[in-house]
């Protein structure tokens, strides 16, 4: 049986690598594993040096993708998964929603403004002009989240079956957790730096750890594009305008290894966009024992941290972030039980979980052409 994995986000291509790449890259080793032959079809991935690249970036094993070809096969796929969840990969028999593409940009990314939200805009508009012809064909929904499948069942009528995506933990949770009192002062913030991800936001939170003389520094971490060039200027130049460059520290385009080393050695993880729909980096935080500050208003609150407060703290202002930093940062207890919970939480997404659902999923689906 011959697959097809396509994923044709623009935004991956602009702003740099992000989770829908390495959730089409899992689903492609699910597929492997499973048994069929496997093609991935990407815009921004069309050579094996370029795909092993990606691997290192999101810590996978080259062997796993020995065999999986690039392009569109000459045959016709038996199969076709859309991992992108958007029109721009074509009709597909299976698509994994990640977000509501259909809906205003600020909607879902309440920071984006100027040309990236003019860009998103349309982006949204011919999603939503598509979509309901693109239904039609496609066999199954799934949804990364149950907060992305409110979404489409409010305005589509459509019930996803939620699929949480996979979560590479396999170097960080094989070491025993560094405890409390070995760790740095340090708050760790992971994000793409680009501006749909909000992060202006660790302006205002350096302004509230220096206000209230919380003793931690900040580190934003993440992949950068040249493309955003122009953003990470301006967050700069807010750093430096409100006196805090001693305190935030920018490291950009880290390797696997370093971002794994901040994990295990960070006081805190910190999550700034609003509104996220899932958030890898939440899980792998915490698989390394690191307490986790998330959006209220956000799927990883719902569907991570299950609404419970002994496995992550919620915020819904910079106010309430800073008093669970606080928190954190005085009580020994508190901190352990959070760091202890969510280790064992984060088992519950890992890659493995994600091979087994996904290509039990597309074999039942191949099982009911094969029958007919």
Known sequence: MLALVRHHMI???LMGPGGS???????????????????????GLRSAEKLYSLCEFY?????????VGLGYPQEEPDIVVNTSGDVLS????????????????????PAVK???????????????LIFPFYIKSTKVFLANSSLTAWFFNKVYGINP????????IDDIIGEEPLPFRDRERRILVISRFSPEKNLEKVVSIGRAVKERGIDMRITLAGAFSENNGWYLKKLVEEIEENGLSELIDLRLNISRSELVKLYKTSLVYVHLTPMEHFGITIVESMAAGTPTIIPRNSGAWFDI????????????SVDELADHLVRLGRSEELWKRLSTN???????????????????????????????
């Open 11 to 13: 935004g991956s291509i």
């Open 21 to 43: 790449e390495y959730v089409s890259i899992e689903t492609a080793i699910s597929l492997k594993k499973a048994g069929f032959e496997v093609y991935i079809d990407s815009l």
């Open 59 to 67: 810590g996978l094993n080259h062997d796993e993708l020995r065999g």
């Open 90 to 109: 074509g009709k597909s028999h299976v698509v994994y929603l990640h977000f509501p593409s259909f809906l205003e940009v600020n909607t879902y990314y």
């Open 114 to 128: 100027g040309f990236a939200k003019t860009l998103g805009n349309l982006y949204s508009l011919l999603n939503n």
């Open 161 to 168: 079956v939620v699929v949480y995506p996979p979560v590479n």
């Open 305 to 316: 941290a299950n609404e419970d407060t002994s496995i992550s703290l919620p915020y819904t």
């Open 342 to 372: 969510s280790r064992l939480r984060s088992l519950s997404f890992s890659r493995y979980r994600y091979h087994k659902e996904i290509s039990r999923i597309i074999e039942t689906v191949v099982g009911l052409w094969r029958s007919r």
